[in-house]
């Protein structure tokens, strides 16, 4: 299991309507690559690259080498899980990261006009 969490463009779509949203967005039906980051929003590419400089994909584009795991052995229990589509980004952290992590990514989504949803702890939603 792991800590998610999930960053989306604050305009598409309202509290009220986004049950119904993620349960079709989490089909993964976009037709693209969910580890491209060209694909989504201008604040969500820098909110991911600025994410992703703190924790790592763990596969895809800007994953970390072996050698650089080895260099730092800490790194890998940072790499973390990315599906990008078109308005959202969603994480998946090791749970042992995940205090760190909600930290990281609220300070982030605030920083960056992005909306959280809270997935793994009680699905609240927090808008810029």
Known sequence: MSYDILA???????????????????????????????????DLQVFYRDLAQVFPPMNGPGAPTGEAIRDDPELESRTSSYAIGTSLVYVAFAWSQAKEARRVFGALAEKHGVAV???????????P
């Not at 509290?15 to 929003?41: I, L």
């Not at 949803?117 to 808008?127: K, T």
């Open 8 to 42: 989306f463009d604050p305009g598409c779509v309202t509290d009220a309507d986004f049950s119904e949203w993620w349960d079709a967005q989490s089909e993964w039906t976009e037709d693209h690559s969910y580890s491209d980051v060209g694909v989504t929003t201008a």
């Open 117 to 127: 949803a809270w997935v793994s702890d009680n699905s609240s939603i927090v808008r």
